[in-house]
C-alpha cells in the first residue's frame, strides 16, 4: 500500500516468503462467533470488512488447541479435519479482499472457565473458580503434540500463519513465571526450564509447517503481576523464541488478572509502546507494539520513531473497519475512533454474549445490521444530538433519505459533552469529531440552538419523527434538597459551579463514580494526564527491573473528602462495567473515599447531610451535595396517540427509557430504527 500519509505505518513489510501490504495488524478478539460452527458465515462477513478496509494483518479470536485449553464450554477448537470447513469460510472471505489473516492459538490454562482445566502447577487463579490440574510429563508432551496439529490444521484451512498466545497469563505465561510455575522438574525453576513449553511448541511447530508460513508469538513483555518476569527473563525468552523459528514477535501488557489496567479509557494512549521498543533492540525479527492505540497518528510515531516494525489495534478495528484505508486517503478525521470502554466488546465477551462496539453496533453484525440505501426517499426530522439522534441521522442520511437534526443546544452531544470532562473520558471527545465529520458528509441538515415544539415539527410535513431527546437529571425528594449546598452533577461538570473541599454524592451510578474521580482531580494537574504521573500512580515500572513491572505505587493525597452513597445495600459499583467497573472502585479507594450502602437519606441543612445506616444516625458535614440519583425521560413531544395520516413518530435512547440508559443502547437504537425506515 502506498500512501503520502503516514508513511512509516502504510509502508509493506517484506517477510522474505510473503508481504505484508502495510504495519498494522488487527489484533485478536474473541467475537463469540468464532465459538459455535453455525456463526462462521457471520464471522467470515466481519473479517472480510475488515479485509477491505485494508488492514495489514488479520488475527482470529483464540482458538483452542485441545478442550483442556478451552476458555469457556464447548470454545472453538481446531483439532480435527472437520473444524476446517467452517474457517475456510473465514480464510477465502479475506482472501477474496487482498488480506492476510492468522489463526490465534490460545490455550487458557487455569483461566478456563470449565472444570478440566490444567497448567503448570496446580494453583488457582484469582480471577476463575476452577482449580487447575497440574499437567504431567506426559499431558506436557500431549500439548505440545496438540498445538503442532492446530497449526497443521490452521494451515490446511488456507490460514496465512498463526498466532501463538503467549501473554496475558495463560497457559504459555503461566509455565514462564514463578508466579505460577512451581515445578521441580525440567519444566520449571529456572528460566531456561520454565520457557521450555513454548520454545518447544515453537520449535516442533516451525518443523511442521515449513519455513513459508508465518508463526507470530504474543510474548509478555511486561506481567504486572507479583512473581512476574524480569526485563532480563523476557528479553532471554524473546531471543530463544526467534531461534525457535518465530516470525514475528506481538506483544502483551498485563495479566488478565493483574490489578493494573492496560487497555481502558484511562490508560493513556500508546502507554507501553516505549517497552516494545527496548524489545525491538533486543531481537533481529519484527516487533509489534499494542496496546491503547486507537489513531494513525500514534501509531505512524510508534514505527518511524523505532520502537516497533507494526501495530497491534483491536478494538479500533471493531469500531471502524475502514480505519487503514480512512488513513491511506488523508481522512482520518472520518475515523470512528474506538474510545477504550469496553463496554460492548470485553465487557460481552465476559458476560458470554457476542462482542459488538459502543460506537459502531454493525461490528460483528455485519449481516443482521445493514445499512441498505432506500429506493423510497423520505423525510425524517431527528430531535435530539446526543448519541442517539447522531446515530439515527447519519444512519437514516447514509441509506438516502432527507434528514433534519434539531439540537436545542448550541453543539451536538448531548451528555457525552458531560462524559468527556471526566478526568480519563476525553476519548469521548474524539465520537463527537466522528459523528461531526460524518453529518456533514451523509448532507444531514443541522439545526442547532433550536428547540422544537410538536406544532413545529408538524407544520414541516415529515414522514417521520425521531425523538431522542435524552433525559432530564432527577431531584430525589429529601428534606432540604433545595438548599443552596445542594448542587446537580450538570451544575458541577457542565457549569463548572463551585465545589468545596467535603462533598456528599448521592448516588453511585455510573455518574457518581465519574462525579467522584472528576472532584478528586486537582485541577492544577492539566489533563490527560502524563504517563509519568500514570505509571507512578498505578505502580509500574516500565523498565521491568523485576517482579513484572511492578513498584510500590506512589501515596495519593486526596484532593477532597469524599462520600460517595446509596440507597441499596450492595457492593457499589457493582453494576459499573466488569473489566472497568475494578478501575474505578480502585481509584476511589486509594483516595480514601468513603462509599456507604443501605443509607437513608433525613435532611440537608446548613450542619450537612444527615443519613442513617442501619437506623443509625450520622451527620456528614459536608459543604455540598451532588445530586447523581438517576434521570428520567425527556418525552414532551410524544403524542399520546400516532395520528392515522400524519408523520410516525418514533422514541430512542433515553427518551425512550432513561433507566439503564448507556451510550452503547442510545447509539445502537439510532442505528437500527434509522436501518429500518
Ligand atoms: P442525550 O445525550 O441526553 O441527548 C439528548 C439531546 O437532546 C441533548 O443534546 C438535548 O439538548 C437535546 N434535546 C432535548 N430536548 C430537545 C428539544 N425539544 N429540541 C431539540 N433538542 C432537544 N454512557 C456510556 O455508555 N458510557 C459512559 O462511560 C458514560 N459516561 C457518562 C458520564 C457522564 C458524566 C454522563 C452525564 C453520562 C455518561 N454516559 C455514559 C451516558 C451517556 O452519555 C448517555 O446514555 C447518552 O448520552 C444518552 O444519549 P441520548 O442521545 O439518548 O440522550
Ligand atoms: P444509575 O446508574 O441508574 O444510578 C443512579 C443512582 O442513583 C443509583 O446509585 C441509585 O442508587 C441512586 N438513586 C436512584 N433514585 C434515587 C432517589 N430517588 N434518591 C436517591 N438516590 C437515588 O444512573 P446514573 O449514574 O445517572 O447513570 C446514567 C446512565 O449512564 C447509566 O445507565 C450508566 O450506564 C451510564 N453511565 C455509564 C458509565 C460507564 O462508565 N459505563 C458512566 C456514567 C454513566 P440507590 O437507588 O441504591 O440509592
Ligand atoms: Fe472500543 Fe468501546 Fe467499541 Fe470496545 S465497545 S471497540 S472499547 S469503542
Not at 514505527?303 to 471493531?318: K, W
Not at 439545526?447 to 422544537?452: A, F, I, N, S
Not at 427518551?655 to 434509522?674: C, F, M, Q
Request: glycine share 10%.
Amino acid at each position: 500500500m502506498t500512501s503520502p500519509h503516514y508513511p512509516h505505518l502504510l509502508a509493506p513489510l517484506n517477510l522474505g516468503f510473503t508481504q505484508l501490504r502495510n504495519r498494522c495488524i488487527m489484533g485478536s478478539m474473541h467475537t463469540g462467533l468464532e465459538d459455535r460452527f453455525y456463526n462462521y458465515p457471520k464471522l467470515a462477513a466481519y473479517f472480510k470488512e475488515r479485509a477491505r478496509g485494508g488492514v495489514g494483518l488479520i488475527v482470529t479470536g483464540g482458538i483452542s488447541p485441545n478442550r483442556r485449553g478451552w476458555l469457556l464450554p464447548f470454545g472453538g477448537t481446531m483439532n480435527s479435519l472437520v473444524d476446517i470447513w467452517n474457517h475456510r469460510k473465514v480464510t477465502e472471505a479475506v482472501h477474496e479482499e487482498g488480506g492476510k489473516i492468522l489463526m490465534q492459538i490460545l490455550h487458557s490454562g487455569r483461566y478456563g472457565y470449565q472444570p478440566f482445566v490444567v497448567s503448570a502447577s496446580s494453583k488457582k487463579s484469582p480471577i476463575s473458580m476452577f482449580t487447575p490440574k497440574a499437567l504431567s510429563e506426559s499431558g506436557i508432551e500431549s500439548t505440545i503434540k496438540d498445538y503442532v496439529r492446530c497449526a497443521r490444521l490452521a494451515q490446511k484451512a488456507g490460514y496465512d500463519g498463526i498466532e501463538i498466545m503467549g501473554s496475558e497469563g495463560y497457559l504459555l505465561n503461566q509455565f514462564l513465571c514463578v508466579r505460577t510455575n512451581q515445578r521441580q522438574d525440567r519444566w520449571g525453576g529456572s528460566i531456561e526450564n520454565r520457557m521450555r513449553l513454548p520454545v518447544e511448541i515453537v520449535r516442533r511447530v516451525r518443523a511442521a509447517v515449513g519455513a513459508n508460513f508465518i508463526i507470530m508469538y504474543r510474548h509478555s513483555i511486561l506481567d504486572l503481576v507479583e512473581g512476574g518476569n524480569s526485563w532480563d527473563e523476557v528479553i532471554t525468552v524473546a531471543q530463544a523464541l526467534e531461534v525457535a523459528g518465530v516470525t514475528i514477535l506481538n506483544t502483551g501488557i498485563g495479566w488478565h488478572e493483574a490489578r493494573v489496567p492496560t487497555i481502558v479509557t484511562s490508560v493513556p494512549r500508546a502507554a507501553f509502546a516505549s517497552v516494545a521498543g527496548r524489545l525491538k533492540k533486543a531481537v533481529n525479527i519484527p516487533v509489534v507494539a499494542s496496546n491503547r492505540i486507537n489513531m494513525p497518528d500514534q501509531a505512524e510515531a510508534i514505527i518511524a520513531h523505532g520502537d516497533a516494525d507494526m501495530v497491534s489495534m483491536a478494538r479500533p478495528f471493531l469500531a471502524d473497519p475502514a480505519f487503514v484505508l480512512k488513513a491511506a486517503n488523508g481522512r482520518a478525521d472520518e475515523i470512528n475512533t474506538c474510545i477504550a470502554c469496553n463496554q460492548a466488546c470485553l465487557d460481552h465477551t465476559f458476560a458470554n454474549k457476542r462482542a459488538s462496539c459502543l460506537v459502531n453496533p454493525r461490528a460483528a453484525f455485519e449481516t443482521e445490521l445493514k445499512y441498505v440505501k432506500t429506493n423510497k426517499r423520505q423525510r425524517i426530522a431527528v430531535v435530539g444530538a446526543g448519541p442517539a439522534g447522531l446515530s439515527a441521522a447519519t444512519v437514516a442520511a447514509e441509506c438516502g433519505h432527507d434528514v433534519t437534526l434539531f439540537e436545542s443546544s448550541e453543539k451536538i452531544g448531548g451528555q457525552f459533552n458531560i462524559a468527556m470532562q471526566i478526568p480519563g473520558k476525553e476519548e469521548f471527545a474524539e465520537t463527537m469529531r466522528y459523528f461531526k465529520r460524518r453529518l456533514e458528509i451523509t448532507g444531514v441538515k443541522v439545526k442547532l440552538g433550536q428547540r422544537v415544539s410538536r406544532d413545529e415539527l408538524l407544520k414541516q410535513n415529515f414522514d417521520h419523527i425521531i425523538l431522542a431527546t435524552g433525559i432530564a437529571p432527577r431531584t430525589p425528594r429529601i428534606e432540604g434538597v433545595e438548599h443552596a449546598k445542594v448542587l446537580s452533577y450538570i451544575d458541577v461538570l457542565l457549569h463548572k459551579k463551585a465545589v468545596g473541599k467535603r462533598v456528599a454524592i448521592i448516588g453511585a451510578g455510573g455518574i457518581g463514580f465519574d462525579v467522584a474521580e472528576y472532584l478528586l482531580h486537582d485541577p492544577s494537574t492539566s489533563l490527560p494526564v502524563s504517563l509519568a504521573h500514570w505509571f507512578a500512580e498505578w505502580g509500574v515500572d516500565p523498565q521491568a527491573v523485576q517482579n513484572g513491572g511492578l513498584i510500590a505505587p506512589v501515596v495519593a493525597t486526596p484532593f477532597r473528602q469524599i462520600y460517595l452513597l446509596q440507597r441499596k445495600t450492595s457492593k457499589l459499583g457493582a453494576d459499573l462495567g466488569k473489566t472497568s467497573g475494578w478501575v474505578h472502585r480502585a481509584t476511589l479507594q486509594r483516595n480514601k473515599v468513603e462509599m456507604l450502602a443501605g443509607v437513608e437519606y433525613q435532611r440537608i441543612d446548613d450542619k450537612g447531610l444527615h443519613i442513617s445506616i442501619n437506623g443509625e444516625a450520622r451527620l456528614l458535614e459536608v459543604d455540598n451535595v451532588i445530586l447523581c440519583a438517576g434521570q428520567d425521560p425527556l418525552t414532551e413531544l410524544m403524542p399520546d396517540q400516532q395520528g392515522e395520516n400524519g408523520p410516525r413518530f418514533h422514541k430512542i435512547g433515553g427518551a425512550a427509557l432513561a433507566s439503564e440508559l448507556d451510550a452503547k443502547r442510545a447509539i445502537r437504537e439510532g442505528a437500527v430504527l434509522a436501518a429500518s425506515l
